[in-house]
T-cell receptor
Framework: GAVVSQHPSRVICKSGTSVKIECRSLDFQATTMFWYRQFPKQSLMLMATSNEGSKATYEQGVEKDKFLINHASLTLSTLTVTSAHPEDSSFYIC??????????FGPGTRLTVT | LAKTTQPISMDSYEGQEVNITCSHNNIATNDYITWYQQFPSQGPRFIIQGYKTKVTNEVASLFIPADRKSSTLSLPRVSLSDTAVYYCLVGLSGGSYIPTFGRGTSLIVHP
């Protein structure tokens, strides 16, 4: 099946710094990718829809200036957490589909802000 | 988007069949039903998808009654490695699909 990768798999950063997370569809093109955040023992919460060549669509309550999303190509979307704080520590997951029946999820990125 | 309701947790034993039911009372005509499995600190993994009646693949079966207001994921002869959280999602497959997760069902398989 199709593969979605994320990089890095885990990152530790200091409060106030920015962190970029990459999401790549390895063997298919994705015009739309989705970014999720998951806190311990909770479900995945949709943050935004990343659209290739246009602005991302953010869910209510998600700060677009804090979570910058860039979908520069049909195989790459990036999420940048700007001025990270400890409360941004979470598990970030992306997904992509081929416009058909399945969504393929990345392995996730564990962000820890100290 | 159709809201889904699942049991928060279930327990089973190795070798047993497990059935997890999801309620989606306001499912739309064009919505598909998709189930995902998630292990701790991993992304969700696709299990099965269906629209009506019954779908079966190598790992599970999905039963959907005629009114489509619920669906049941059936895992035959579970093993310890099936311990995970299972999510039921409802939505339109294709370009306009936005996969939105409910709370999921935490399945624990005991020896």
């Amino acid at each position: 099946g199709a593969v979605v990768s994320q990089h890095p798999s885990r990152v530790i950063c200091k409060s106030g710094t920015s962190v970029k997370i990459e999401c790549r569809s390895l063997d298919f093109q994705a015009t739309t990718m989705f970014w999720y955040r998951q806190f311990p023992k909770q479900s995945l919460m949709l943050m935004a829809t990343s659209n290739e060549g246009s602005k991302a669509t953010y869910e209510q309550g998600v700060e677009k200036d804090k979570f910058l999303i860039n979908h520069a190509s049909l195989t790459l979307s990036t999420l940048t957490v700007t001025s990270a704080h400890p409360e941004d520590s979470s598990f970030y997951i992306c997904s992509a589909g081929q416009g058909g029946y399945e969504q393929y999820f990345g392995p996730g990125t564990r962000l820890t802000v100290t | 988007l159709a809201k889904t309701t699942q049991p928060i947790s279930m327990d089973s034993y190795e070798g047993q069949e497990v059935n997890i039911t999801c309620s989606h009372n306001n499912i739309a005509t064009n919505d598909y039903i998709t189930w995902y499995q998630q292990f701790p600190s991993q992304g969700p993994r696709f299990i099965i998808q269906g629209y009506k009646t019954k779908v079966t693949n190598e790992v599970a079966s999905l039963f959907i009654p005629a009114d489509r207001k619920s669906s049941t994921l059936s895992l035959p002869r579970v093993s310890l490695s099936d311990t995970a959280v299972y999510y039921c999602l409802v939505g339109l497959s294709g370009g306009s699909y936005i996969p939105t997760f409910g709370r999921g069902t935490s399945l624990i398989v005991h020896p």
